[in-house]
T-cell receptor, first 114, second 112 residues
C-alpha cells in the first residue's frame, strides 16, 4: 500500500503473474481517482481513472477497484511484464477550501522479475 | 502533438541565483500545474492555474512565483534559489480541474 516518507513500499512479482497495488485514500468526499505510472527519469503517465459512482473499471491489462466504504483503491495488472516495472501512484480529487486538487500518494515500486 | 514540454531538463544553481522554468502544452488545456517531487515522496503542488489569467497557491508555494503567459504556457520562477529547492519539478496540464493531468518530462534542479 501507500506510505509517506523516504521508504516506498515495494512489490516484486514474477513476469507473467498478476500484480495488485493498493492505495488508501484520506478524504471520504473525494469523487475521482487516478492511477499513474512513473518510470525512472520520466514524468508520471496516466494509466486509468475511476469516478466515485463506480466500483470497478477495466482498461487494457489493468483494472481499478474502488471500495468507498473503507476508502481503498487498488490497481490490478494482468500478466505483468518487465516494462511494467515503475513507481505507481494513486491520486484522489480532494475538495479543498480553495477548490479541487489532486492529492498524490507517495507511490509503490513495482519490480518485475524475469 | 508534443503534449507537455519543459525546459531546461537539468539545471545547477548557486544559492541566491534566480531562474525560470518553462512549460508549454499543445492540448488546448485550461488548467496547468507545477509540482515538485522529492526522493521517496509524492508530488506536491506548488502553484496552479485553473484557467488562463488566474493563478493560485498550492501546498508549498513559498520561494516560488508563477506566470500564466497565455493558454499554452505556464512558467515557474525561483527568485533566490535555496538548497531546499533542490528537487525534480514537473509541469502538468488538464482539460479542467477535475480531469486527469498530463505531465511533462521534468526538470532536475540542484541548488548548491
Amino acid at each position: 500500500g501507500e506510505s509517506v516518507g523516504l521508504h516506498l513500499p515495494t512489490l516484486s512479482v514474477q513476469e507473467g503473474d498478476n500484480s495488485i497495488i493498493n492505495c488508501a485514500y484520506s478524504n471520504s468526499a473525494s469523487d475521482y481517482f487516478i492511477w499513474y505510472k512513473q518510470e525512472s527519469g520520466k514524468g508520471p503517465q496516466f494509466i486509468i481513472d475511476i469516478r466515485s459512482n463506480m466500483d470497478k473499471r477495466q482498461g487494457q491489462r489493468v483494472t481499478v477497484l474502488l471500495n468507498k466504504t473503507v476508502k481503498h483503491l487498488s490497481l490490478q495488472i494482468a500478466a505483468t511484464q518487465p516494462g511494467d516495472s515503475a513507481v505507481y501512484f494513486c491520486a484522489e480529487n480532494a475538495h479543498m477550501e480553495y477548490g479541487n486538487k489532486l492529492v498524490f500518494g507517495a507511490g509503490t515500486i513495482l519490480r518485475v522479475k524475469s | 502533438n508534443a503534449g507537455v514540454t519543459q525546459t531546461p531538463k537539468f539545471q545547477v544553481l548557486k544559492t541566491g541565483q534566480s531562474m525560470t522554468l518553462q512549460c508549454a502544452q499543445d492540448m488546448n488545456h485550461n488548467s496547468m500545474y507545477w509540482y515538485r517531487q522529492d526522493p521517496g515522496m509524492g508530488l506536491r503542488l506548488i502553484y496552479y492555474s485553473a484557467s488562463e489569467g488566474t493563478t493560485d497557491k498550492g501546498e508549498v508555494p513559498n520561494g516560488y512565483n508563477v506566470s500564466r503567459l497565455n493558454k499554452r504556457e505556464f512558467s515557474l520562477r525561483l527568485e533566490s534559489a535555496a538548497p531546499s529547492q533542490t528537487s525534480v519539478y514537473f509541469c502538468a496540464s488538464s482539460r479542467d480541474r477535475a480531469t486527469e493531468q498530463y505531465f511533462g518530462p521534468g526538470t532536475r534542479l540542484t541548488v548548491t
